[in-house]
């Protein structure tokens, strides 16, 4: 028998609003640890991006603090986070759930101007959706005073340990009530995962909603090896498929080189990492979660933790680093039980080396020679000749301006989906990684 929304707890103005967005019967995480969330104890979750967590940890504190006044200052729930766009993504799945309840939200991120921030957390707010350095920055300022925060929420908790957020974790936790409920979601649980665990958790429940790795037995692995003289048209002939398709190139210039080159070629391509404007970020993932383009290319700290639904190609432009950066990459498609394609390009006398990292990762990619007009790069990938035509990115229309993320004026309920609508755009800052 499965279960409902009402069998979890979960208040009927509450389950309205989720109803407004087509929300009508829990995912399995949230079926898991709604009633550990509501009830105020720990929890220790190993859930993926796109599992439907947000709403899991985000009703159980909705309704905790849905009658409970604000204070200048000093909010009452912290959902920490490691990347802007992940931010995002949590405050437009919370922002219907919290209106509902009559509970504020301000989100608190890098790349966003100080003074609505500041403004926002001085009038009160109940909850705050935060990346770690900014939260850091403002604590530093006397801009918001933790000492209240009863509910903490540590959404992709390895992955802010990977990005070097831990010991800045480490100091927001300090500031937080001591014997406050602690929920940390995780894809994987490794040994700084458990040493937040064992420092900061009483008793957790634990729940095991994801394998420790993506899902590699529902994706097709491919290494295609190409001269570099062909590389640039193989990718433009890739990239001119049809579905939605992410490039992961090693840095933020080969970014920018990359989009530039689709771009001139007639493929609808956005750049997304660590060096553009928030706005540009923004607007990238937007035009990709809405059909305005067709391909990402992004470093792999700016796609960390960003679900965008119904990627079905993941091409590796430069190899990774090592086997948990090719488990990520791939992660961003197989989502929700359905397939991918994995391709990673390399040159052939890389092949061996290649081999080695996928067999780390628990792969076993089959390895073909490529030229551009290759009937197996069709096949494997669905390349064809792009137009040759440069894209020109249209025009936003007025009615979809963009609003205010963090003060609750935004489209009309009703109008959100729980995944988040994502972001594609310019801008150049050469050579730095993410």
Not at 24 to 32: G, L, M, N, Y
Not at 57 to 70: A, R
Not at 141 to 156: C, Q
Not at 222 to 230: C, F, K, T, Y
Request: proline letters at 6%; one cysteine or more; hydrophobic letters at 40%.
């Amino acid at each position: 028998m499965s279960m409902s929304f009402a069998d979890l707890g979960v208040p009927a103005r509450l389950i309205q609003s989720l109803e407004k967005a087509g929300i009508t019967e829990p995912f399995p995480v949230q079926v898991a640890t709604i009633p550990d969330a509501i009830a105020g104890r720990d929890i220790l979750a190993r859930a993926r991006t796109g599992s439907g967590k947000t709403l899991a940890f985000g009703l159980g504190m909705v309704i905790q603090l849905k009658d409970t006044p604000t204070r200048p200052l000093q909010p009452q729930g912290l959902i920490l986070v490691p990347t802007r766009e992940l931010a995002m993504q949590v405050s437009d799945a919370m922002r219907p759930i919290a209106e509902a309840a009559g509970v504020r939200t301000r989100l608190v991120a890098g790349g966003m101007p100080y003074a609505k921030q500041i403004e926002a957390i001085r009038r009160g707010t109940n909850i705050v959706i935060a990346t770690p350095g900014r939260l850091n920055d403002l604590v530093s300022k006397g801009a918001v005073d933790l000492s209240r925060v009863r509910i903490t929420v540590l959404d992709e908790a390895d992955q802010m340990c990977d990005m070097g957020f831990l010991p800045q974790v480490r100091e927001i936790l300090d500031l937080t009530r001591r014997g406050g409920q602690r929920m940390l979601f995780s894809a994987t649980l490794g040994r700084d995962v458990d040493g937040l665990v064992r420092a900061y958790m009483s008793a957790p429940a634990r729940h095991e909603l994801a394998p420790e790795h993506a899902p590699v037995e529902s994706m097709e692995h491919h290494i295609m090896l190409v001269h570099p003289a062909d590389k640039r048209e193989v990718l433009a002939r890739i990239a001119a498929r049809e579905g939605r398709t992410i490039l992961f190139a090693r840095t933020q210039a080969g970014v920018d080189r990359i989009t530039e080159q689709l771009i001139a070629e007639g493929v609808a391509a956005g750049g997304l990492h660590g060096g553009k404007t928030q706005a540009v970020r923004t607007r990238t993932l937007k035009n990709l979660q809405d059909g305005v383009t067709t391909a990402l290319v992004a470093t792999d700290v700016a796609a960390r933790g960003i679900h965008v639904d119904g990627i079905t190609l993941v091409v590796q432009v430069d190899a990774p680093n090592g086997p948990k950066d090719y488990l990520h990459r791939a992660g961003r498609t197989a989502r929700a039980g359905e397939t991918g394609t994995v391709v990673t390009l390399a040159h052939p006398k890389s092949q061996r080396e290649l081999e080695r990292l996928t067999g780390r990762a628990g792969v076993r990619p089959k390895v073909t020679r490529v030229r551009p007009a290759d009937e197996a790069l069709a096949l494997v990938t669905g390349a064809r000749q792009p137009s040759g035509v440069p894209w020109i990115e249209p025009k936003p229309k007025r009615a979809e301006r963009s609003f205010d993320r963090g003060s609750g004026r935004g489209p009309k309920r009703g109008s959100w989906t729980p995944r988040s609508k994502n972001v594609s755009g310019g801008g150049k800052r050469p050579t730095r990684r993410g």
